[in-house]
């Protein structure tokens, strides 16, 4: 498998590289998460990272480069988009024609 060595910003990662495994587009995951163990411990702390382009505003190109950035929420804020998921938008009620 491929790996790429991508920058890491913010957070208790920040200014580190390490190497990703890239996926079968050559891209890295969208998401990295890193558990983090408990010195007593407890649960693990999971620091959360975001993929975002390195240079924003270039030519986008076929060799897109990446960095996550540092996501202290950690919410998972992005769902499929599947066709049959889309809000409906169908008007909720006509009004019925009386011929009187």
Do not use: C
């Not at 007593?40 to 190109?61: D, F, I, N, Q, S």
């Not at 599947?82 to 024609?97: G, L, N």
Request: hydrophobic share 20%; net charge positive; no cysteine.
């Amino acid at each position: 498998m491929k790996s790429e060595d991508t920058p890491f910003e913010g957070g208790p990662m920040d200014g580190r590289v390490l190497p990703v495994l890239l996926g079968i587009t050559g891209h890295p995951p969208k998401t990295y998460r890193i558990p983090v163990p408990d010195p007593h411990g407890g649960e693990p702390t999971v620091l959360v990272y975001r993929r975002v382009p390195r240079t924003p505003g270039a030519r986008t190109g076929l060799s897109q480069r990446w960095k996550y950035e540092y996501d202290p929420e950690g919410k998972h804020n992005r769902r499929l988009n599947w066709p049959w998921s889309k809000p409906d938008t169908t008007p909720q009620s006509k009004p019925h024609d009386s011929n009187e």
